[in-house]
């Protein structure tokens, strides 16, 4: 659509002076997500994969968990008192036989792009229950593919290269391979936007893959990784605590401070291959 990028025009200091010059950036605009008409949440986000966010995130909710669940997404005409289409309203119908989301999980103001957590009644709200259990996911990883995931999802950031204002999800496969990225302003958008490429692709849960994201592992990236049936999230950054506790609890894999050859593992160690350990 067009909208992914913005240029605006910039006064551009540099050592010995200064111009003005157009700057591309990073696109950010607020997207609804309504469930059978009904209004849900709204979301800043990078406009692109609209559908894969919407039904990425209601993955990580606990309302789907096949794509049979869904029985269509659609834009909302009529956004605008013009009756004009925003593209910044999503209305998911769910397939009949599949319940609509808890009114607990409306929430009434938007959530940033840097907070998927936002409106959430309490922490337990968000230990939403996974449809599978990643405990016992037979992946194993050599170390040596692990480092190479960064670069990887960095040569697949498209928009990155124009704007430096993105961040990443990458899904890949235990020998390394790319099977689908995604950017957005939020790091939890783009990780739902993989989830929900999934999902509409019959693919879920994932078993034996790994989620790389570009920035730090927050508690709601685990959250989103164990409601996606994925056993391993590394990250470039640092986790958070809470992060750890529910990894280990999940029975998932997280490493973060991936960087050159070095990384942390934080819990599921045992993944690992190739790992002597002092």
Same mark, same amino acid.
């Given at each position: 659509?067009?909208?992914?990028?913005?240029?605006?025009?910039?006064?551009?200091?540099?050592?010995?002076?200064?111009?003005?010059?157009?700057?591309?950036?990073?696109?950010?605009?607020?997207?609804?997500?309504?469930?059978?008409?009904?209004?849900?949440?709204?979301?800043?986000?990078?406009?692109? +994969?609209?559908?894969?966010? *919407?039904?990425?995130?209601?993955? !990580?909710? @606990?309302?789907? #968990? %096949? $794509? =049979?669940?869904?029985?269509?997404?659609?834009?909302?005409?009529?956004?605008?008192?013009?009756?004009?289409?925003?593209?910044?309203?999503?209305?998911?119908?769910?397939?009949?036989?599949?319940?609509?989301?808890?009114?607990?999980?409306?929430?009434?103001?938007?959530?940033?792009?840097?907070?998927?957590?936002?409106?959430?009644?309490?922490?337990?709200?968000?230990?939403?229950?996974?449809?599978?259990?990643?405990?016992?996911?037979?992946?194993?990883?050599?170390?040596?593919?692990?480092?190479?995931?960064? +670069?990887?999802?960095?040569? *697949?950031?498209?928009?990155?290269? !124009?704007? @430096?204002?993105? #961040? %990443? $999800? =990458?899904?890949?496969?235990?020998?390394?391979?790319?099977?689908?990225?995604?950017?957005?302003?939020?790091?939890?958008?783009?990780?739902?936007?993989?989830?929900?490429?999934?999902?509409?692709?019959?693919?879920?849960?994932?078993?034996?893959?790994?989620?790389?994201?570009?920035?730090?592992?927050?508690?709601?990236?685990?959250?989103?990784?164990?409601?996606?049936?994925?056993?391993?999230?590394?990250?470039?950054?640092?986790?958070?605590?809470?992060?750890?506790?529910?990894?280990?609890?999940?029975?998932?894999?997280?490493?973060?401070?991936?960087?050159?050859?070095?990384?942390?593992?934080?819990?599921?160690?045992?993944?690992?291959?190739?790992?002597?350990?002092?």
């Amino acid at each position: 659509m067009g909208r992914v990028t913005a240029r605006r025009r910039v006064l551009r200091v540099r050592e010995g002076g200064a111009s003005y010059r157009p700057d591309t950036l990073a696109a950010e605009e607020p997207m609804e997500i309504r469930v059978g008409g009904r209004p849900l949440t709204v979301t800043m986000r990078t406009p692109g +994969d609209d559908f894969d966010l *919407a039904a990425g995130f209601l993955v !990580s909710e @606990g309302v789907v #968990h %096949a $794509a =049979g669940d869904v029985a269509g997404i659609r834009y909302c005409a009529g956004a605008t008192s013009d009756g004009g289409n925003t593209y910044n309203v999503v209305d998911v119908v769910l397939a009949p036989g599949t319940a609509a989301p808890d009114a607990s999980l409306e929430r009434n103001f938007y959530t940033t792009s840097s907070c998927g957590l936002c409106g959430k009644a309490s922490l337990d709200a968000v230990r939403t229950t996974a449809a599978w259990s990643v405990a016992e996911d037979p992946l194993r990883i050599g170390t040596e593919v692990l480092t190479v995931l960064p +670069d990887r999802l960095r040569a *697949a950031q498209r928009v990155f290269d !124009s704007t @430096g204002g993105l #961040h %990443a $999800a =990458g899904l890949f496969s235990a020998e390394g391979e790319l099977l689908c990225l995604r950017e957005d302003v939020g790091r939890h958008n783009a990780v739902d936007k993989v989830v929900g490429h999934a999902l509409r692709s019959g693919l879920l849960p994932l078993r034996g893959t790994v989620l790389m994201v570009s920035g730090r592992a927050s508690f709601e990236l685990v959250q989103k990784a164990v409601m996606a049936g994925i056993p391993m999230l590394a990250a470039v950054s640092a986790p958070s605590s809470l992060a750890v506790d529910l990894a280990a609890e999940s029975g998932l894999t997280l490493v973060g401070f991936l960087r050159g050859t070095s990384m942390n593992v934080y819990c599921g160690d045992e993944r690992l291959e190739t790992v002597p350990v002092a």
